[in-house]
């Protein structure tokens, strides 16, 4: 039974293992930084808290939206929609390929997976540009996914993702600082504005399976010289079992 148990554990703790993630700290990530009053903006510039412009005529501003702009958006403090966090967002102006970066987010870690995931608004009152989200590395980019300006859902905050598949522990560019950029481009003539807010970066580690369940197994197996009347199941077969 101790067996049993045993290997039940270490089925358990695979199964937390192989959905292991862990959230990385992304400066400013919803922009509450500056804080201006509802309604308002910082003006146009070439950074804010956490962010800066890396190329492109437009420019980047913290704003504070009202109904105008998103449902329920108006008053002191209150909520941006979807899945924007808080009160206030990112605004960047989109001359072409105005890309804006969060430089040295963290180091890449080999045999770990990176997701981008971030809150893309539409507003009320303008038309939104194509965007690109990218995960770069002294500006090449790594990864990045490009969003449609028309698949942007109006009035609200839709999430959009890239991920960043594992590097081997071989590969150069393990150990060096990860951007995250975000870009803008016009859209059909119309769009030419972004909207951003709760930027999140999340990891997650990959274990080989069978050897890390095998291993716990074989701890728990009985000595030689136990003299249990119960006979144990073989170790291998009970843990698939139970897997
Ligand atoms: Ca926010
Ligand atoms: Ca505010
Ligand atoms: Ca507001």
């Not at 009160?87 to 960047?92: D, E, H, K, N, P």
């Not at 390929?97 to 969060?102: A, D, L, P, V, Y």
């Not at 590969?171 to 807010?197: C, E, M, Y």
Request: aromatic share 8%.
């Amino acid at each position: 039974m101790k067996l049993i148990r045993a290997c039940s554990f270490a089925a358990a703790l695979l199964v937390s293992t192989l959905s292991y993630a862990a959230s990385i700290t992304v400066p400013n990530f919803s922009f509450e930084d500056p804080d201006v009053v509802d309604g308002s903006a910082t003006s146009f510039n070439t950074s804010i808290p956490g962010w800066t412009k890396y190329i492109g005529t437009g420019g980047l501003e913290v704003r504070d939206p009202l109904n105008a702009q998103y449902p329920g958006a108006t008053g002191v403090n209150a909520s941006l929609p979807g899945t924007a966090d808080a009160a206030q967002s990112l605004f960047v102006g989109a001359g072409e390929g105005t890309t804006i970066t969060s430089n040295n987010v963290v180091n890449l870690e080999a045999n770990t997976r990176y997701l981008l995931t971030v809150a893309v608004g539409n507003p009320l009152d303008t038309e939104p540009a194509n965007v690109r989200l990218a995960l770069a590395m002294d500006n090449s980019i790594l990864a990045f996914t490009t969003i449609l300006a028309t698949s942007i859902p109006k009035g609200t905050f839709t999430d959009f993702s890239v991920a960043l598949d594992p590097f081997s522990p071989f590969d150069g560019k393990v150990g060096s600082p990860l951007d995250i950029q975000i870009t803008v481009s016009p859209a059909n003539g119309l769009g030419r504005l972004g909207d951003f807010d709760n930027v999140r970066l999340t990891t997650t580690v990959p274990e080989p399976a069978g050897g890390f369940v095998l291993t716990l197994c074989a701890a728990f197996e009985p000595p030689p010289s136990t003299t249990s009347a119960l006979p144990f199941p073989p170790p291998l077969l009970n843990c698939l079992h139970h897997g």
